[in-house]
């Protein structure tokens, strides 16, 4: 949520199974720094999902939205700009893609970053970090597509990558 000080919210939904291990304080704490870093000046205020699900959810959404029948870590659906489809089936999608018009006395509403929680959990072992670390890190990911940013060729790759260290780094200062 919003406080006084911070002109950004998080609406986070973790489901009860994850609940113990997810702190929601926590993840409302990084969503909203990391987004302030992150946006800089472009918004004055911005209103942002941030969801904790099981493997088959994300799967499913990345198949439906993507076109990719895989697990994956996060997926970011932006407001702001429309991501790739992959898939050989049209996407099952409404509607053209378009900007969201926010009226001027709101929040702009820029989309919804989706982490898969055994997914980082997995990606944690394997790096030999915590689990928390790895879920920052996929938060500042989605975050950063939330905002258009990409990772299609080498040079915006690079921008993203730099980019996201740094909203790492903000994150990790909470743990």
């Not at 302030?36 to 942002?48: I, Y």
């Not at 702009?108 to 879920?135: D, K, L």
Request: overall charge negative; proline content about 6%.
């Amino acid at each position: 949520m919003a406080d006084s000080g911070n002109p950004f919210e998080a609406r986070v939904w973790i489901p009860r199974e994850y609940a113990c291990r997810v702190p929601r304080d926590w993840l409302t704490r990084i969503s909203v720094r990391a987004l302030a870093s992150a946006a800089g000046p472009a918004f004055d205020r911005a209103v942002f999902g941030v969801a904790i699900a099981d493997d088959d959810t994300v799967r499913g959404l990345n198949r439906r939205h993507r076109g990719l029948d895989e697990t994956t870590d996060v997926l970011a659906f932006s407001n702001l700009s429309a991501g790739r489809y992959y898939g050989d089936e049209p996407a099952q999608s409404t509607g053209e893609p378009g900007p969201f018009v926010t009226p001027p006395e709101q929040a702009a509403e820029i989309g919804e970053v989706i982490i898969s929680y055994p997914q980082a959990a997995r990606q944690a072992r394997g790096a030999g970090h915590s689990v928390r670390r790895e879920m920052s890190d996929l938060l500042a990911h989605g975050l950063l597509h939330l905002l258009g940013y990409d990772h299609e060729d080498p040079e915006d790759e690079a921008r993203m990558t730099a980019r996201q260290r740094v909203l790492l780094a903000e994150a990790l200062k909470i743990e």
